[in-house]
Nanobody, 115 residues
Framework: QVQLVESGGGWVQPGGSLRLSCAAS????????MGWYRQAPGKQRELVAV???????NYTDSVKGRFTISRDNAKNTVYLQMNSLKPDDTAIYYC?????????WGQGTQVTVSS
């Protein structure tokens, strides 16, 4: 059974930082491309950052220079370090594992940025 379990969300003031984690089980983690998506109220889910199995990364323009995605294949975990958070970053953040044939989603973790 595949499970992606996110943690690390919460409330933070503008300019603050949070680190999200996504622990995977039931997959051969190192062969999956891992991504973080987010969905704000009334908006479509969007890709925030992706880290390929090769280690290459890519970010949506609005988070470049502020967010960093990383992975630890030994721990089957992908991280999203979020700095200089803005109210517009408020959303539910979802972890995604994309393989050649299948993709899997976590249950999401809420991030709220407000003063």
């Amino acid at each position: 059974q595949v499970q992606l379990v996110e943690s690390g969300g919460g409330w933070v003031q503008p300019g603050g930082s949070l680190r999200l984690s996504c622990a995977a089980s039931g997959i051969i983690f190192k062969i999956y491309n891992m991504g973080w998506y987010r969905q704000a109220p009334g908006k479509q889910r969007e890709l925030v950052a992706v880290i390929l199995k090769s280690g290459s990364t890519n970010y949506t323009d609005s988070v470049k220079g502020r967010f960093t995605i990383s992975r630890d294949n030994a721990k089957n975990t992908v991280y999203l370090q979020m700095n200089s958070l803005k109210p517009d970053d408020t959303a539910i953040y979802y972890c995604n594992a994309a393989g050649r044939l299948f993709a899997y989603w976590g249950q999401g973790t809420q991030v709220t940025v407000s003063s």
